[in-house]
């Protein structure tokens, strides 16, 4: 199976996901990453393009990748 962050790439054919596609994918409100980024307490790293703020793709994919890893291994 692929890695997330490629699945992430082929659903929005983008390197860089806004906060509210993020807020989706993690099953979060958009107001939730916002107030995490400004607390500095997101766990993915962003960045701001312009007016607005963007994380990429590859990050949150391993970010996800790694919390799988971490719910497989703990139910060995």
Do not use: C, W
């Amino acid at each position: 199976m692929a890695n997330a962050a490629t699945m992430l790439y082929m659903k929005y054919d983008r390197v860089r996901l806004t906060v509210d596609e993020v807020a989706h994918e993690l099953g979060i409100k958009a107001g939730t990453v916002r107030n995490q980024i400004s607390e500095g307490s997101f766990p993915v790293p962003s960045y701001v393009e312009g007016r607005n703020r963007y994380i990429d793709v590859r990050a949150l994919g391993q970010y996800l990748d790694e919390r799988h890893a971490e719910a497989l291994a703990s139910l060995a």
